[in-house]
């Protein structure tokens, strides 16, 4: 309905135009070597104008949402995701009502997966990043007067081999072991986010942290540090603290395993799904793919809106070109006997070609200049769609102003070229 009202709506300008117009000054108007009503001319370049600036505006934002998704994607999670694959269990209650069951089933997964051929290394985690499967929880620690504060973070149970499956850094301290029974001391892995937080400048291997159990507080030694890696999107900036318990003193029939691997994930799918069912048939396995798909899909709140407004600005830089070259062309048509005169004057098809030029470069000006105000006035709404890049982007705006530039100036050349090509006894012969 909305296209079908504009086009009705500028077919009807120039008809109302023309109920307006004096048959005089028609018949004066049309007379050698004047180019058309003024009114008209006037209205025909600030369309040409409205057409670059608008152009102008969207590229200019477009070009900061593709540098700011492409500094994005260069934005480390804090783990190693290349190669990195994972698997998803929800293990039934009523099969799995047994602590021990639960567990031995944990224990053949991980044994069979890293049988599989390609498989460098597998470990057990909780929950993932970059997912929805995340859990969090209220600790408690001691202050440096001994006073016992709260705060929350989020809390993953992990296997022994899980900070080097995901290629996630040891800072301080040692890795879970053989050591981190159920029977053993309750310990406790954090990571560099919460140490700061909790702990400050002071080190806190050794330090107490503590959850709330039905029988009160369960302390809990820490043993090492971990760097802290992106929970939900790589734009995170803070607020990803988290806690590490050791998955054997975990009871959970809700896990995931992560498979750090050389191969294919295509490779992959078939002997997981193999090696799941010669343990337990009916058990099913899901949500099998790898860490970059869950990256990427994570960005699909920045890369939707991005490839809209690119192709959008794509659309407006094509129709300002169009529109300067209908402009250009349909003046250069109405002087074409000026310029046979000018030619027959003396003036060079180099003179001729500046002229037409420079009639469309001013259009060019204008409309670059009065959309670098409109992308400054867009790039208010599109500030929160922005990581690491600046609304004043030097190099986002020098691209698209030189793109328009080249685009529309190339758009007037056509027809200056024409103009410039026409001999000047055809041109006098042009009523």
Known sequence: LLSVVTCALFALLPLLSIQHERPAHALHGGSRGQSGNRSANRTRNALAVAQISLAVALLVNGALLIHSFWRLQQESPGFDSRHL????????????????????FRERVIEAVKAIPGVQSAALISGLPFSTDYDSTTFFFEDSQNVVRSTSAYLQAVGDDLFRTMGISLLKGRNFDSRDSETGLPVVIVDSDLARLVFGDKDPIGKRIATRELEGLSWHTVVGVV?????????????NATLYFPENQSTSRIFRVVIRSGSDIGNLIGPLREGVARIDPEQ????????????????AERRTPML????FAGCALALSGIGIYAVIAFSVSRRTSEFGVRMSLGATRETILRLVLRDGARLVIVGVAIGSALALLLGQILRSQLFGVSMIDPLSIACTVIAVIATTLFACWIPARRAAATSP???LRCE
């Open 85 to 104: 694959v994972s698997m998803n269990f929800n293990l039934s209650r009523d099969r799995f009502r047994d602590v021990e069951k639960t567990k031995q």
């Open 227 to 239: 760097a802290t890696i992106k929970r939900n999107r790589l734009s995170d900036a803070g607020g």
């Open 284 to 299: 099913p396995v899901w949500g099998i793919t790898t860490m970059d798909a869950r990256i990427y899909q994570s960005l």
């Open 308 to 311: 809209l407004l690119v192709l």
């Open 425 to 427: 006894l055809q041109a």
